[in-house]
T-cell receptor, first 110, second 113 residues
Framework: QKEVEQNSGPLSVPEGAIASLNCTYS??????FFWYRQYSGKSPELIMS????GDKEDGRFTAQLNKASQYVSLLIRDSQPSDSATYLC??????????FGKGTKLSVKP | DAGITQSPRHKVTETGTPVTLRCHQT?????MYWYRQDPGHGLRLIHY???????DKGEVSDGYSVSRSKTEDFLLTLESATSSQTSVYFC????????????FGPGTRLTVT
């Protein structure tokens, strides 16, 4: 059974700080990795995808992938109160589906 | 929102009744998915479709069936609803072109009493 693990949090950071969210996965053959943001009562929203080892930056977001360590992370720079949400890590599955972690709740304090 | 709608958005039903949830997309994407989201479990795949009349089971398919008679519609049916099927149901699409990216509909909150 393929698994994706995340710390459930809550992770609390002050406004303007860097938030660091982490994820590990069990299937060494996984090739695609995603971060979704989910506000309370809303649907998941794709914010980052990464396929190769290293860093991928998009605005204030940086995704980091280390396939040898089976580890994916998301950094949010200059965190804003509007970033407060649950962040879901997902890994591509064999059926074309995504396997999700349970999510990390982030709270950004003004 | 990737042109995905779900209906109904909220439903309360009684144990033992059949329930059908609808997912509608406007972009003619081939791949569609149904997930359920529950506290402590995250999002789990119920069924998926890779074309008209082509469907397959996911991780938690027991008690659910699906149909796809048109590209734009993917229906999820709870044959005889149970309280354990109280959940939020999300439909998702994959735009294809070799990508695993998925985009989600707004969700349906189902309560089985």
């Amino acid at each position: 059974q393929k698994e994706v693990e995340q710390n459930s949090g809550p992770l609390s950071v002050p406004e303007g700080a860097i938030a660091s969210l982490n994820c590990t996965y069990s299937d060494r053959g996984s090739q695609s990795f995603f971060w979704y943001r989910q506000y309370s009562g809303k649907s998941p929203e794709l914010i980052m995808s990464i396929y190769s080892n290293g860093d991928k930056e998009d605005g204030r977001f940086t995704a980091q992938l280390n396939k040898a360590s089976q580890y994916v992370s998301l950094l949010i720079r200059d965190s804003q109160p509007s970033d407060s949400a649950t962040y879901l890590c997902a890994v591509g599955g064999s059926q074309g589906n995504l396997i999700f972690g349970k999510g990390t709740k982030l709270s950004v304090k003004p | 929102d990737a042109g995905i709608t779900q209906s109904p958005r909220h439903k309360v039903t009684e144990t033992g009744t059949p329930v059908t949830l609808r997912c509608h997309q406007t972009e003619n994407h081939r791949y569609m998915y149904w997930y359920r989201q529950d506290p402590g479990h995250g999002l789990r795949l119920i069924h998926y479709s890779y074309g008209v009349k082509d469907t397959d089971k996911g991780e938690v398919s027991d008690g659910y069936s699906v149909s796809r008679s048109k590209t734009e519609d993917f229906l999820l049916t709870l044959e005889s609803a149970t309280s354990s099927q109280t959940s939020v149901y999300f439909c998702a699409i994959n735009p294809g072109q070799g990508s695993y990216e998925q985009y989600f509909g707004p969700g349906t909150r189902l309560t089985v009493t």
